[in-house]
């Protein structure tokens, strides 16, 4: 069902964990669906110079949520903006259809983070 | 340990059924001899089926294409037949698909449906089932034991209510057949439904117990076979591996359901007392023999099936992830868990292949499998309530 690329990031997830005093915190999904992920960033000079994550999910909510990390890792916020559901499904090898809604959030939880982020800093101004 | 799933043919199942894919291909319809020896094989097929549900009639018992079939056939067939009757249908919350669905495609045709609610163990509401039954009632279907949580339902008391108020009772025992004993005389029941797979038959065999005098009507039409109750002709081979199967269940039931009742109560104990925030869905006494539900918090069912997977063990889960709807389970929402407490089940379904072995294989494997996941998830609290 799932790539040799999913379960190897379901296997070894990379930058799995919280970053203690994280500059942006995106928490998308719901545990009633059975998907809920936090993603958690480290800013500077506008690069994501760190990002972790922690998932509660099935094996491709496990898996988006480690390949949106090695996509982000060193990037700038804006790039980290572009970085859509369909390039983490794509670097992946593809999901099972019925996956690309449910569990595809990792997206969408670092463009959550990075808006936090933003917002923070606007706030602190 | 899937064996809800699918269950391996029974070599000696097999055996019987090979002259009859080989030299025996008799249409049972015909007169000649070859017709014959087809014929008496089917007969004596309805005898072994008669005996494994306690019925006193061979006649009694349908032959159909399996358990969907013949749930289709008891409530479709019942409730056309009886529409002059009534038209309102008692069902349960926690109902196989077979039975769930073919009740609702009735709605269109204007009959009325109630869900009787089961408690936090799956047992049905026996006042709840009084109650929901009114003289427009011409049918009440339950299930012996669910297939996904094992609880075993109090069908005799069932049957008492339910003809104590004149309707017609059905039992989809296709999760309890061939695991424990069942008397359709003295449970009270009216139609019961069989499938071959699930006492260790070849696929694509069925049957449906049709009490003598029971108003039905066939839902599938062509050249009357079964006595007009359901046409098409008799899949031979499968029919008598399926009677075999039913042979072999009616002798063995008492050692093996013991020999299954000991790995399933020791699966259960050892994983509920080494995993933390660990628990038992369904029934703690009255239970299918080789059924172990199991949930655990703060983690997703199919990360657990994928992660046994690359261990060698099959088991399935009550997580929407697994199914083709994003809803988990009807029947884990029905006994009251919350829809991630419901993500988070795991159903082991043991069956002749397991031994102790794959007990200690599985206690021993779990609890890091469930430490690793519960290390990813958001949900897991500093400290784990015990």
């Known amino acids: 069902m799932y790539t040799e690329k999913v379960m190897d990031h379901f296997k070894n997830p990379r930058n799995m964990g919280e970053i203690p005093d994280p500059d942006g915190i995106g928490t998308v999904g719901n545990p009633v669906c059975g998907d809920l992920m936090t993603i958690y960033i480290k800013v500077k000079d506008n690069r994501l110079e760190d990002i972790k994550f922690k998932t509660f999910g099935c094996g491709a909510a496990i898996a988006t949520s480690s390949m949106i990390t090695e996509l982000a890792k060193g990037k700038t916020l804006e790039e980290g903006l572009k970085i859509s559901r369909g390039d983490v499904a794509d670097n992946l090898g593809g999901l099972p259809p019925i996956k690309m809604h449910c569990s595809n959030l990792a997206a969408d939880g670092l463009h959550a983070a990075i808006q936090d982020y933003l917002k923070k800093k606007e706030a602190q101004k | ?159 008492e209510i339910v003809h104590s108020k004149g309707v017609l009772l059905h039992v989809d025992a296709v999760a309890a057949s061939g695991q424990v004993p069942i008397n359709v005389e003295n449970e009270n029941t009216d139609l019961m439904s069989i499938s071959s797979n699930d006492i260790y038959g070849p696929r694509g065999a069925g049957a449906l117990y049709v009490k003598t005098g029971t108003r039905i009507q066939p839902i599938i039409f062509g050249g009357g076979q079964e006595k007009g109750l359901r046409s098409g002709t008799e899949n031979v081979p499968a029919i008598v591996g399926m009677s075999k199967a039913a042979e072999i269940a009616n002798a063995e039931m008492k050692t ?129 309530p015990t």
């Not at chain 2, 067939?77 to 002059?84: E, F, L, S």
């Not at chain 2, 080789?290 to 997703?300: C, H, K, P």
């Not at chain 2, 884990?332 to 397991?354: D, P, R, V």
């Open chain 2, 1 to 159: 340990m899937d064996h809800t799933a699918g269950k391996p043919v029974d070599p000696r199942v097999l055996e019987v059924m090979l002259p009859y894919l080989r030299q025996i291909y008799g249409n049972p319809s015909s007169l000649h001899t070859w017709g014959n020896e087809a014929r008496k094989a089917v007969e004596d097929s309805r005898a072994k089926l008669a005996s494994l549900v306690g019925a006193k009639r061979s006649e009694e018992i349908f032959f159909t294409s399996g358990g969907t079939e013949s749930n289709n056939l008891a409530i479709r067939g019942v409730a056309y037949r009886n529409k002059d009757k009534g038209s309102h249908i008692v069902t349960t919350e926690i109902e196989h698909m077979s039975v769930m669905n073919t009740c609702k495609s009735l709605l269109k045709d204007g009959f009325n449906l109630t869900f009787v609610p089961v408690d936090k163990y799956g047992v049905v509401d026996l006042q709840a089932l009084e109650k929901a039954i009114t003289d427009k009632t011409i049918l009440v279907s339950v299930m012996y034991a669910n297939g996904e949580i094992g609880t075993i339902e109090p069908i005799k008391e069932i049957g």
């Open chain 2, 256 to 384: 093996e359901g013991e020999r299954l009742s000991s790995l399933r109560d020791r699966l259960i104990k050892d994983l509920t007392e080494s995993i933390p925030s660990s628990f038992l869905n369904g029934h703690p006494i009255r239970r299918l023999p080789n059924n172990a539900s199991i949930r655990f918090s703060y983690i997703e069912g199919e990360s657990l099936l994928l992660s046994l997977d690359m261990l060698g063990v099959a088991a399935s889960s009550g997580s929407a992830c697994t199914s083709k709807t994003l809803e988990p389970s009807h029947v884990l929402l029905a006994i009251g868990l919350k829809h991630e407490e419901a993500h988070g089940s795991l159903l082991f379904t043991m069956g002749k292949q397991n031994t102790e072995a794959d007990v200690d294989y599985v206690v021993n494997a779990l609890p890091d499998i469930v430490k690793r996941l519960r290390s990813i998830s958001p949900l897991t609290p500093k400290e784990l």
